[in-house]
């Protein structure tokens, strides 16, 4: 990537950047400048061949860099920007690795008067116990995380080389503005240093010290760990970014007085709750970083099986969904178990944590949620993440166009792909002040109002999203807003609204609603997503000597597509035990192997099985003849091109499959339907646990790349599908 890159102060974290630029081959030539002090540590740094060369002059140690990297202490960067000042390269990239980004932005501004645009500050998370290059590690960076800050006149090819340069080093890059990055360093990082500096200062002080030390275990050694650091770098730190610290520190003492006084109060069940809820919280924390951790995925299938036993698969998705929305609006204290814990769902639960929401878990399923009622929910601090999840942001984007306060909605860069004037315009008709980009795509900006109005909207297209988005927002709307929809979709929203004790009516293919009621809470059993059951549905009946049973699963007839679509191709599957669960029909599936043959599917079926299309054409392409799917234009704008990506993979292991605009046309095959070979999944959980069960009828493994997607959906996938007998790893 460069020719020479020239470190300026090689300490743990400069030595570790070269170590791990050299590893990676990512540059010829490694120099450093440092000052004359000190030389014993540059010295060392050659010795251990971590730089080249070092020099005392910067003219020298910069000439003919085409990358500078900054990784002095923040406190004398601006220092070191006035040496580099006179050679100036317009050439070269300049970056950093201060731990503060304000003050950095601010030094380059007081020495060039504004940031020069081939300057890109950056700040690794990472960090050891000892400083110094000879604590300087290769791997320092690896899977740690990389905050790059931008400014407005950044150099776009600095910015994406800069990017590129610590992705090969194997850092996980987000970009963030300025402040947002100092506001969040300084409660994740900063005040637990202080604290913990704070703390050890406390012990150490008391005479008896050598006795509490002595008996200090694991707990003192992992919550002091961070006072190791050098002193001199937190002083620095901690000037630069005080006015974030400060006013954290000042809520510290509080949240110590509050623990004093109950404690002084005999106020046990308080404290309980306090430890309790910080016990959660940092389990949430470790959840997340396990997600942030885990490394690209592949699946491995090997050819063959059948699938045998009984299962139950996770939450439905939909269901999960709504029941935090409604959950939050209602009054009083919600309980949802079979909640799905995967990622969707829980970016739907901590959007509405981050509008003030009190929800504790999911643990085993259950989450409490806390409501706020109606007009309860609180202005975002920040904008929305909803992930890869169209269905948070198309409901949200309707229950926050009829808030008072503003809000923005963004997702990861497949939904950021996914139309959403389909909701936007609706809004835009009953007064909602919505903006998407100029191509009709997230993020989304919705500035609040009280004066959205109801209107009568007829859907040009069959989608639950939109009918619910425009039900929430109508629960806000003066006047009645009326939903008609060109043929029958999921109809979780119009059940669970009734089940909160919030009249919804149906008539025929309408459903009306407006603002006039509240939401009750109620408790909701989330039965199993028979999305999810689809997989093992075509599975059992593809495999031969199968025979599998799916317990607990939501059989809504406006979900079951996929058992009606299964039957007219032969499958064998019973719907045992029916019954009716919180308003919602839940049934057992018992599916035992048969000879699936082609059909042409019926296009009403089409919506009430829009998310199981993908493993249906994996069903086709081991049935006997031609399967014809017409009037299914909406895959290509699910979390892929739907149509497309399962041509596509479906070629490549040997099956004769068209893509046409709105289906695919799929030449069925008894024996030897599959072959092996390597997919993609393309962003997309669906298609990677798609192709997982065309192993199942394949003559070679099948390799499916980037699986880490099916967290989004089913994160216990791989462990059910291989308790029935599929052979993944
Ligand atoms: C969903 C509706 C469907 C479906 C999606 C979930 C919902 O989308 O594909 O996975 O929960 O309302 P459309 O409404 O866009 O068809």
């Known amino acids: 990537m460069f020719n020479k890159i020239c470190i300026i102060g090689v300490g743990l974290i400069g030595g570790s950047i070269a170590r791990a630029a050299r590893e990676q081959g990512l540059c010829h030539h490694i120099v450093a400048f440092g000052r004359k002090k000190g030389i014993e540590n540059l010295r060392t740094a ?37 040496q580099l000042k006179p050679f100036w390269n317009k050439q070269t990239i300049y970056t950093d690795a ?41 791997d320092l960076f690896k899977n740690k995380r990389l905050i790059v800050t931008p400014v407005n006149s950044s150099c776009p090819q600095a910015l994406s080389k800069v990017v590129e340069f610590w992705k090969k080093i194997g850092s996980n890059i987000s970009v963030m503005d300025v402040d947002h990055h100092d506001a969040v360093l300084a409660a994740t990082s900063h005040l637990p240093h202080v604290i913990a500096f704070a703390l050890v200062n406390l012990l150490g002080k008391k005479d008896q010290q050598g006795d509490v030390f002595k008996y200090a275990a694991g707990g003192f050694k992992d919550f002091t760990r961070i006072a190791s650091s050098d002193p001199t770098m937190w002083l620095d730190i901690c000037n630069a970014n005080r006015k974030e610290i400060i006013p954290l520190i000042q809520q510290m003492q509080l949240e110590l007085k509050n623990i004093e006084q109950m404690l002084d109060n005999n106020e046990n069940q308080q404290l309980l709750e306090t430890f309790t809820h910080a016990k959660k919280a940092r389990q949430r924390f470790l959840n997340q970083f396990d997600n942030h951790m885990s490394q690209s995925i592949t699946f491995n299938v090997q050819p063959g099986g059948s699938l045998r036993g009984e299962i139950r698969v996770p939450g439905d998705k939909s269901m999960s969904h709504r ?75 309707g229950l926050l166009a009829g808030q008072t306060f503003n809000s923005v909605l963004t997702g990861d860069k497949s939904l950021s792909s996914r139309p959403m004037k389909r909701v936007t315009e609706p809004l835009l008709k009953m007064g909602a002040n919505i903006e998407t980009q100029a191509d009709g795509t997230a993020p989304l900006k919705i500035t609040g109002t009280s004066s959205l109005k109801g209107i009568d909207y007829e859907m040009p297209m069959a989608s639950a999203q939109v009918k619910s988005c425009l039900l929430l927002a109508g629960m806000y709307a003066n006047g009645e807003t009326t939903v008609k929809e060109p043929a029958p979709t999921r109809d979780h929203t119009e059940r669970m609204l009734n089940g909160f004790s919030y009249p919804v009516i149906r008539e025929g293919n309408k459903a009306r609603i407006n603002s006039e009621g509240k939401l ?36 809504n007839p406006t979900r079951t597509g996929i058992i009606e679509i299964l039957r007219l191709m032969g499958a064998k599957i019973e719907v045992l035990n029916e019954r009716t669960v ?38 086709a392409a081991c049935a006997e003849g031609e399967t014809k799917l017409t009037g299914a234009k909406e895959l290509r704008v699910k979390e892929c091109d739907r149509i497309q990506v399962m041509a596509d993979g479906l070629k490549i292991l040997g099956v004769d499959a068209q893509a046409t605009e709105d289906g695919m046309i799929i030449q069925g095959k008894v024996v030897d339907s599959i072959s092996g070979g390597e997919v993609e999944s393309h962003d997309d959980h669906r298609i990677a646990m798609s192709f997982s069960i065309a192993g199942l009828k394949a003559t070679a493994p099948i390799t499916i790349n980037d699986c880490e997607n099916v967290n989004t959906s089913f994160p216990e996938f791989r462990e059910l599908a291989m308790k029935l007998g599929l052979k993944l790893k």
């Open 582 to 619: 919180g308003g919602e029909p839940v049934a057992d599936l018992r599916v035992v192997s048969s000879q699936l043959k082609g059909i042409e599917i019926p296009e009403e079926l089409v919506p009430l099985a829009i998310d199981e299309f993908p493993v249906l054409f994996v069903a």
């Open 46 to 82: 050659k010795r251990l061949g971590v730089i080249d060369e070092y020099y005392f002059d910067i003219e020298r140690a910069v000439k003919n860099a085409d990358c500078v990297i900054v990784c002095t202490p923040v406190g004398v960067i601006e220092q070191i920007f006035r």
């Open 98 to 138: 201060g731990s503060t980004k304000g003050s950095v932005i601010e030094a380059a501004r007081t020495v060039f008067s504004k940031v020069p645009n081939n300057f890109i500050p950056a700040h690794p998370i990472a960090g050891a116990e000892n400083s110094g290059v000879e604590a300087s590690q290769v």
């Open 520 to 555: 009750l809470a109620v408790d909701i059993d989330v039965p199993s997503d028979i999305s999810s059951a689809a997989f093992f549905l075509v599975g059992a009946s593809i495999a031969p000597d199968s025979d599998i049973t799916l317990k607990h699963v939501g059989v």
């Open 323 to 397: 029941s935090i929305m409604l959950g939050s609006l209602a009054e009083g204290t919600t309980h949802v178990t079979g909640f799905l814990n995967a990622e969707d769902a829980l970016a739907t639960l901590q959007a509405f944590r981050a509008m003030g929401v009190e929800i504790e878990g999911p643990e085993n399923g259950k989450v409490t949620i806390h409501g706020v009622g109606k007009h309860g929910l609180k202005e975002p601090k920040e904008p929305l993440n909803l992930g890869n999840s169209g269905t948070s942001m198309r409901l949200l984007s």
